[in-house]
Structure formats: structure tokens, C-alpha cells
């Protein structure tokens, strides 16, 4: 039986527990004994982690190496003289995975948090609705595009989101106030939005793929 069980979460809810968890223990409120047991549980339930990954791997080492402690929840099976006995092993082992721990738990910080993992979620979903017809193209890239700013490793010249960027711009530009066809630039579309549900679900599809693999 595994040491530390946690339940079943998403991809996203993973990760955002392993950055609350690195946090917790750089600031002192979680042992990085407790905190390494909860990581390598969490390890399975996040998508594209190699098996060898340093940063996991450090967590992986300070379990292995403590696996004969009692962890908080366990320690009302054992008496208080045994926990006294080991107490000084307790801080012994604190300080020792601290000593390499610590950057681990800024990398993944730095890793994860970095996603912006409810932009993404929301950005699928808003993706979705377009695609559905519950929010037009012309709205939908507003948000769009407001979503974007929130998920710091994307290009400002990703393809995907240029397609709004365009359709955005000439809203704006109030060349398609009128869905009249004589005031449409592309004569051969009856309104701006059937011009736009020409080439913009693509791009919704693409973003669905690209960004649902994580939640």
C-alpha cells in the first residue's frame, strides 16, 4: 500500500496542489518529510512528467530514505517515547532535504504556476462555446485575447490567436457595425460573423487540442 494516497484530481488540480504544497514547504508550514510523500503521490496524476525528472526525483530520494518514519497521521499508532527517541532523526531529515529540496520546490513554482491553469481552462471552454454558437466570434475574441495575457509562455505571434487579434481589430476599427452586405468587406459572406465562422473555428479547434491536454 502506498504510503500517502491522495484523490483522484485533474491535471490542473494537480498542479495546482504541487505549487500550494512547494510553497508550503519553503515557508516552513509543511515538512518537506510530510511534503515529499504528497509530491510523489501527485507525480502520477500530472501529465508529460518524465520518470527521471530531477525535480520529482529529490522528492523521491527524501521518501525512500524516510519510509521508516511515522508521518503526522501515524504517529497516534506510536508511543510517546519511540517519537521521543526520534525526534532528533526528525531534524536531522528536515534539514538535510532542505538543503536540496528547496530548489526543487522554486522549480516547480516556477514551472507550473507559470501556466496559468484556470486561464487555460477557461479559454477551452470559451473556445468550446464559440465552436457551439453560445458566444459569437466577435465577443468570444475579446475574451480571447484578454485570456492570453494570463498564460505567460505564449508568443505574441501564436497563429492561433492572431486569428482574433484580426477579427478583433476590425471590429474595433467599426468595420463591422453593419452586417449589411454592401458595409462587409468580403462581399460574398452575408454578415461579419458568417465571414468570421469561416476561418476562426479552426483556430478554436487547435486551441481545444493544445490546451485541454492539461486539465
Not at 508550503?24 to 525528472?53: C, N, P, Y
Not at 504517529?75 to 517515547?81: A, D, G, M, N
Not at 454592401?182 to 461579419?192: D, G, L, N, T, Y
Request: proline letters at 3%; hydrophobic letters at 45%; a negative charge.
Amino acid at each position: 500500500m502506498d504510503r500517502y494516497q491522495i484523490n483522484k484530481m485533474s491535471d490542473v488540480e494537480a498542479r495546482s496542489e504541487l505549487v500550494a504544497l512547494a510553497q508550503a514547504m519553503l515557508d516552513g508550514k509543511l515538512t518537506f518529510l510530510e511534503g515529499a510523500v504528497r509530491v510523489v503521490a501527485l507525480k502520477e496524476q500530472i501529465s508529460d512528467v518524465a520518470d527521471d525528472d530531477p525535480d520529482f526525483l529529490a522528492f523521491v530520494l527524501i521518501s525512500s530514505e524516510t519510509d521508516h518514519l511515522p508521518l503526522a497521521a501515524q504517529r497516534s499508532l506510536w508511543s510517546s517515547e519511540a517519537l521521543a527517541r526520534l525526534e532528533p532523526e526528525f531534524k536531522s531529515v528536515e534539514d538535510w532535504a532542505r538543503s536540496f529540496a528547496s530548489e526543487a520546490c522554486k522549480n516547480f513554482i516556477t514551472r507550473f504556476k507559470k501556466f496559468g491553469v484556470k486561464a487555460r481552462f477557461e479559454l477551452v471552454a470559451l473556445a468550446q462555446a464559440m465552436l457551439d454558437g453560445k458566444v459569437t466570434f466577435f465577443e468570444g475574441s475579446k475574451h480571447m485575447l484578454a485570456l492570453k495575457e494570463q498564460i505567460s509562455d505564449l508568443v505574441d505571434d501564436a497563429p492561433d490567436f492572431l486569428t482574433f487579434v484580426v477579427i478583433l481589430s476590425l471590429a474595433e476599427k467599426g468595420s463591422f457595425q453593419s452586417t449589411e452586405v454592401s458595409m462587409h468587406p468580403h462581399s460574398e459572406f452575408k454578415s461579419a460573423e458568417e465571414w468570421a465562422k469561416s476561418f476562426a473555428p479552426k483556430a478554436c479547434e487547435n486551441l481545444i487540442v493544445r490546451f485541454k491536454k492539461i486539465i
